[in-house]
DNA sequence: CAGTGGTCTAGACCACTAT
DNA sequence: TAGTGGTCTAGACCACTGA
């Protein structure tokens, strides 16, 4: 969990009109970006970095603050600075109890993951402009069934960018998010994702599938996840039964609860 | 737009384990929330504030920092530091442009809102738990219609309690937004509001509205308004066209584009 | 115990805004 | 020009963690 120092030479021009600080997290960034410093590890010591690049402390510690709020890293007292783990799927739907009155939330036990099919397929005119290849680039395609004791409650599709050293794990099929699924490829770690959500009715198959009737509203939801580079590896759509997902959201002002 | 220093007396406790730079800036929050500091008023610079409670600049750039993380003001270099006007509907939808290819976002333009009827109403059971207050109480309560280029695309009706001083101003329905509406009836200003996103299926009164097919998707967004006092003032249910509206959300890393 | 992050100080110089 | 916020320094003391 150790770190050996930022960067080897001095990359920090002090007499930039670019402030220190933003320098600096601009440049753990790249170190985090490129895989040189993986989530679980230890940023060096405030004292050390600011050793190490001839700056203060306060300097150091603001520059740690920008990537603290950034969410890419996080620090314990006593114990260090650390990279963070990406959260791409964090803007999770909340199962919806659907009865007005009472806001108790249901429990997610129960949930279960199926895999329906994971095949490798040629990208359409569509999928291809969705992930920015060529047409007929060979892409992993899996289809999944989410269900909670037994009843189905989602069906996603999933796609991703195929890159040769890809051995499908089993395990790593345990949790196939869009996020998981990249990782397996060989893909560097997830920077952004991006989601469109509509409102919409079930299709025939879908139907079928999530064993509602026809006209059911759901949620299409259409995720799309993007490389260091910003180029897109991944995407899906999903479809969440209207009758039993909610989004929230929250907004405004408060210090008092963050 | 000068402001007079904040409290009057020393209310920061140095000895106290709670950092005084969190001290300094629940205490200019309350001045805000309790109206004694208006948006757009400036807060005082940060050497006076420095002065006035006997501690470091840094210790109030620090207070000041909190309360820009959190929307609540802002600072403009060589200026001040400014109360901002709080934003409760700023997780608007993006109208759909519908065309998966084109990226291009349709202008807003033509955008009207109808205000279909407005009258004093007494809370029925469902509105008095939305509102929290008894059953029979008196609000306020707003049907209106929101179109673009005379096509209706969002049906949306919005209640506020009733607080005696409330005349309602012709001007004021110009922007009947919940937290314009909830301003009316000399409330304080807002500050934090919740909404809750579901698929569902026009009803029939909303179909004749909407001027769309029986079956159409929509969204259906609730929407609650908050008081200082975390007490709800303002509650709507809105049915947003879900073949017009869409809703996105990032998520992920990334100090470059922030 | 040594090492870490959290807070705070009392200065400093700068860039920008308004007059 | 005077006043503001933006950055940075070189210290300090503290609370917490882990060996």
Chains 1, 2 share one sequence.
């Not at 198959?205 to 910003?230: G, M, W």
Request: proline residues 5%.
């Amino acid at each position: 969990m150790k770190n050996e120092g930022i960067g080897q030479t001095w990359m920090l021009d002090k007499s930039s009109p670019i402030p220190v600080y933003y320098q600096l997290a601009r440049l753990i960034e790249k170190e985090i970006i490129a895989g040189r410093l993986k989530p679980g590890e230890s940023l060096p010591p405030e004292y050390e970095t600011a050793d190490h690049f001839g700056i203060s402390r306060m300097t150091v510690r603001r520059a740690y603050s920008e990537l603290i709020a950034a969410g890419m890293v996080f620090s314990e007292r006593g114990k260090g600075t650390f990279v963070a783990k990406p959260k791409l799927e964090d803007v999770e739907f909340e199962l919806d109890d659907f009865d007005d009155a009472t806001p108790t939330p249901k429990s997610e036990k129960g949930k279960q993951v199926k895999l329906l099919s994971a095949k490798i397929v040629r990208a359409d005119e569509k999928l291809a402009s969705k992930l920015a290849v060529e047409i007929n680039t060979r892409c992993l395609h899996f289809k999944m069934l989410i269900t909670i004791d037994n009843t189905p409650l989602a069906y996603e599709n999933k796609y991703i960018v195929f890159t040769k050293q890809s051995p499908i794990l089993e395990q790593e099929l345990k949790d196939p998010s869009l996020s998981n699924l990249a990782s397996i490829g060989g893909h560097h770690i997830l920077t952004t994702g991006k989601r469109v959500f509509r409102a919409s009715i079930v299709t025939e198959e879908e139907a079928v599938l999530l064993k509602v009737n026809r006209q059911t509203p759901v949620f299409l939801v259409e995720q799309t996840v993007y490389d260091n580079e910003k180029k897109p590896i991944g995407w899906g759509k999903s479809i969440y039964r209207g009758d039993r997902y909610r989004l929230t959201t929250y907004t405004g002002w408060s210090l008092s609860d963050r």
